[in-house]
Every structure is written in C-alpha cells, then in structure tokens.
Nanobody
Framework: QVQLVESGGGLVQAGGSLRLSCAAS????????MAWFRQAPGKEREFVAA???????TYADSVKGRFTISRDNTKNTVYLRMYSLKPEDTAAYYC?????????????????WGQGTQVTVSS
C-alpha cells in the first residue's frame, strides 16, 4: 500500500512558477513509477508528466519545456516544478503511483492516487 499526499498548490499570476510535492508512504517508493495528472472542471483527467524507477522522464506536449518532474527516493517524494504558468494550466493536480519499471500515461493504470492540490493561474 502506498499513500500519497500532495502539497504546494496555490494561486499564481500568469508567467509565475510553483513547485508541487508528493510525499509517499512505504519503504518501496523507489520501485514505483510516479506521475502527475491534472483535471480542470468539466474536463477529463489528463497526463502531465511521469518519472520511471530509473529516473527517466516524459511530459505531455502542453507542458514540455515548462514543467520538470523529479524524484528523491531518499525522501520518498516526487516533485513537479512548473514555470511560465498559463491560465490553461489551472486545474487540480494529482500525484499517482504504480508498481512498474516503465512509464505509464493512462490514469486507469495507476493504483494509487493522492487527494489533489489546486493550482490556479490568473491572467
């Protein structure tokens, strides 16, 4: 079992930056692929970024070059650094985990989810 707790969301002006954190419980954090998804009101949950066990990263085209995902296995934490934020980045951001060696893009393939943290970007 893995429990995930996100933090770091808030209100920021367009062009600003935020860093989201996701703290995971358990002693096998390094064996999980981790990801961030987001969901805006009235829209489906969408993939944002993922980091594999080995540290390989992948990003949605909409955030590539602006967001950076990283993990610190000594702290059981995954981060999402967001730069040059746009109003269309406004959403609830969710951390997710799955026991796999690869990278997973589909929300239903993830076993564990956090409660979400709200990011609001004003224009």
């Amino acid at each position: 079992q893995v429990q995930l707790v996100e933090s770091g969301g808030g209100l920021v002006q367009a062009g600003g930056s935020l860093r989201l954190s996701c703290a995971a419980s358990g002693r096998t954090f390094s064996s999980y692929a981790m990801a961030w998804f987001r969901q805006a009101p009235g829209k489906e949950r969408e993939f944002v970024a993922a980091v594999s066990r080995s540290g390989g990263n992948t990003y949605a085209d909409s955030v590539k070059g602006r967001f950076t995902i990283s993990r610190d296995n000594t702290k059981n934490t995954v981060y999402l650094r967001m730069y040059s934020l746009k109003p269309e980045d406004t959403a609830a951001y969710y951390c997710a985990a799955v026991w796999t060696a690869g990278v997973v893009y589909i929300p239903t393939d993830y076993n564990y989810w956090g409660q979400g943290t709200q990011v609001t970007v004003s224009s």
